[in-house]
């Protein structure tokens, strides 16, 4: 039986997540270790119009017509069959799978719409171009959060790192030289809409306050972007942990991320921060090719549920 299946990576923020909601600059890198991954198989028994979604991670089995409107697969489906015109879909079966933790700042959401997305543009014979790709992505996002930037889908979509504002076209990075990455999990899951929300009402209460901040966070990125695209990557540590310090002051970091931090930095880390929405999931932290592993062992003592070690590089 012909299946159709597509992958998309998850990501993680270098700098200036939030302030990037703010249209400032942010730096954001895919992380292939983890992956989210769509099979589309046609189901010519069942009949024609039924689209069966299967995703074991959050025990979802349902036809795509029982699902609300604004659930997120539903969402991505339709886009698609709308996209197409499609009257009448023939049957199938979506089975979605994800090694990316939910609600984790690591893209889950917007891995498994990219590839959603990628396996039944395929299926339905119009694979779609990445540009393509990422606007629908786009549109899905904004129901996991009403104001998304668009850095997750885009880094998702692309697959390589980027630098990337807000309603521009992104800039894939040129890294000269290769570095490496320790990635730390809190276990403790946040969605990104209640810390994007809560930023929301702090800027509208303090707007100086906040535009300040932001406009710290976006010199950060630029900085952070010569200092990698110049070759020295291993620089922008103290970056690091001067965008935690603001994204702290932002209130979406935590104890359990702070721990992290602090651990990070304590095993030889060059920088550490949190990286997505906060309040938990993942933080980052910069460290030698030798020194990761033993940065990884201490954030696993210090409370991490899991660890990655990542190499960023360029992809062409
Ligand atoms: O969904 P997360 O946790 O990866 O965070 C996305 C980054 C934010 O800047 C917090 C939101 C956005 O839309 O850019």
Redesign the pocket.
């Known amino acids: 039986m012909t299946a159709f299946t597509a992958t998309a990576p998850g990501k993680a ?1 270098l700098f200036g ?2 302030a ?2 703010y249209g400032r600059p942010a730096i954001a890198v895919p992380v292939s270790q983890v992956q989210a991954r769509v099979v589309v198989t046609a189901e010519p028994r069942r009949p024609s119009g039924e689209v069966r979604i299967v995703a074991p991670e959050i025990e979802l089995e349902a036809s795509h017509s029982e699902l609300a409107v604004d659930h997120p697969l539903a969402k991505a489906v339709s886009l698609v069959v709308e996209m197409f015109g499609v009257e009448r879909m023939p049957a199938c079966s979506l089975r979605i799978t994800s090694t990316i933790p939910l609600a984790a ?1 690591l ?1 889950s959401g917007a891995a498994v719409s990219v590839a959603t997305i990628r396996a039944l543009s395929a299926f339905l014979g119009h694979p779609l171009p990445d540009d393509r790709v990422c606007s629908l992505a786009y549109e899905v996002e904004k129901l996991h ?1 009403g104001t ?2 668009g ?2 889908n885009s880094v998702v979509t692309y697959g390589k790192p980027v630098y990337f504002v807000r309603d521009r076209p992104i800039q894939v990075m040129n890294l000269p030289a290769p570095f490496t990455m320790v990635i730390g999990d809190t276990g403790i899951r946040s969605p ?1 809409s209640l ?2 929300g809560d930023v929301r009402v702090r800027w509208q209460s303090e707007p100086e306050k906040y535009e300040a901040i932001f406009d710290r966070v976006g010199e950060i990125s630029q900085s952070a972007r010569q200092l990698i695209e110049g070759g020295s990557p291993m620089s922008v540590g103290s970056l690091m942990n001067e965008n935690h310090a603001l994204l702290t002051q932002m209130g979406v970091s935590c104890a359990e991320l702070d721990r992290l931090v602090d651990a990070a930095l304590q095993a030889g880390a060059s920088g550490a921060k949190l990286s ?2 906060g309040r938990g ?1 993942n933080m980052i932290a910069l460290a030698t090719p030798q020194d990761a592993e033993l940065i990884a062992r201490a954030l696993e003592r210090s409370g991490a549920v899991r660890t990655i070690v990542t190499q960023v590089r360029a992809i062409r």
């Open positions: 923020i997540e939030h990037v909601v700042g893209g959060h998304p930037s850095i997750d990104t810390s994007v997505g929405s999931g």
